[in-house]
């Protein structure tokens, strides 16, 4: 039995469905009264008869095993799909860690302006897809208004049908997959969705194991500004009213690292991979003293110490292990010489001047 006859037979997932309030799909006549979905263009795709589901489901399989557990596995996961998928525009949304928003972390065909504005709350996510079960949702002409303003007025005007796919572990929704334009897109909804369930649980599963369950462990400790770090270190010094105290300042650099991971993870926006990094790095420091943010993307950890204190800070040896964590991370680093980078520099060791010293670092 073929693989698609196997999965209509033996799948149980649930059935396409429409967004609720939707009505059948009937013939009815051109109205002047018609949204701008009356005015979209025609796009013409390549023939359902040139098109092969099952080859390309199998494929999909195939490379979905081959990816590693890293945690920028949404990058890969989206170049799989949009090779095999030929998709010309369509974005993979993730949840952002720092506000209830699903953001693209991969997109590919629209626009800048498109980009900034799909952005789909948390609840409002939760509410398209409101059984918390993986579902595949087909919006049709004047059905997608209620996404319009997700999309620029030219993106939106450009196409007439958009699929979103949801991919949820354990009723926790991980992802949605958006697609807008793509030559699978003529084949029956029917065939769609048996794609769409042989390959649903498996970038689930690895999204969880890469991604989610990861992040999860990731704390996001507080963040000084720049601008606080002289008054901050002018009272750490009067706080501590000791003779010997002196502050370190280690500045971090992680665009090495971050150049690195993107060359590979080629269809994640870099701003997301930067996040990433700094997050991690961010949590590893934390404990350790206080860190403030700098200018192009840098942290910069400053700590009190004491001379003849038997807990003085062990740059080098922090260094090291905070690039081995990256690696634990992010597989892009495995065999690269692209490390996170250190500067060191004491007050008064360094310089007897520290508001000079506090300036260098912007």
């Known amino acids: 039995m073929g693989l698609m006859k196997r999965v209509l037979t033996e799948a149980h997932g649930p059935e396409p469905r429409k967004p609720a309030g939707e009505k059948a ?9 018609s949204s701008a979905a009356a005015q979209r263009p025609v796009v013409h795709s390549p023939g359902p008869q040139s098109i092969h589901p099952e080859m390309v489901t199998r494929m999909i399989l195939r490379e979905l095993s081959e990816i590693p557990v890293t945690i920028e596995a949404p990058a890969h996961i ?18 952002d860690p720092d506000e209830s928003m699903y953001v693209p972390w991969s997109i590919t065909g629209f626009d800048i302006t498109t980009q900034r504005r799909l952005h789909i709350p ?8 409101n059984n918390r079960v993986p579902l595949m949702l087909h919006f049709n002409g004047p059905e997608m208004e209620e996404l319009q303003s997700y999309f620029s007025v030219r993106e939106y005007t450009a196409f007439d049908k958009l699929v979103l796919c949801s991919f949820f572990y354990e009723a926790k929704l991980l992802a949605i997959l958006a697609i807008a334009e793509a030559p699978f897109l003529a084949l029956d909804p029917t065939i769609l969705q048996v794609m769409y369930s042989a390959f649903e649980e498996g970038v689930s599963t ?3 194991r890469s991604r989610d369950e990861r992040i999860a462990r990731i704390q996001l400790p507080l963040l000084f500004a720049h601008d606080q770090l002289l008054p901050m270190a002018q009272e750490s010094l009067t706080a501590d009213k000791v003779p010997d105290a002196s502050i370190l300042f280690l500045e971090f650099d992680p665009e090495p690292s971050v150049a690195a991971i993107a060359d590979l993870a080629r269809e994640t926006d870099r701003y997301r991979v930067r996040q990433d990094v700094l997050r991690i790095l961010n949590t590893l420091l934390s404990g350790l003293g206080k860190v403030f943010t700098l200018p192009r993307n840098r942290l910069l950890l400053m700590r009190t110490e004491i001379e ?10 922090l260094t090291h292990q905070i690039n ?8 892009e680093l495995d065999g690269s010489d692209a490390t996170v980078t250190c500067r060191l520099v004491a007050y008064p060791r360094d310089t007897a001047d520290l508001e000079a010293l506090t300036a260098s670092f912007a």
Do not use: C, I, W
């Not at 799909?25 to 009264?33: D, G, K, R």
């Not at 948390?122 to 897809?129: C, D, H, R």
């Open 25 to 33: 799909e009937t013939q009815e006549p051109a109205s002047p009264a």
């Open 122 to 129: 948390e609840q409002a996510a939760y509410e398209l897809f």
């Open 206 to 208: 690895l999204l969880y």
């Open 308 to 317: 003849g204190d038997s807990h003085l800070l062990d740059v080098e040896l």
């Open 78 to 95: 989206f170049a799989m799909l949009k090779r095999n998928l030929m998709l010309r525009k369509a974005a993979l949304l993730l949840p």
């Open 324 to 331: 081995e964590r990256l690696r634990q991370y992010f597989a």
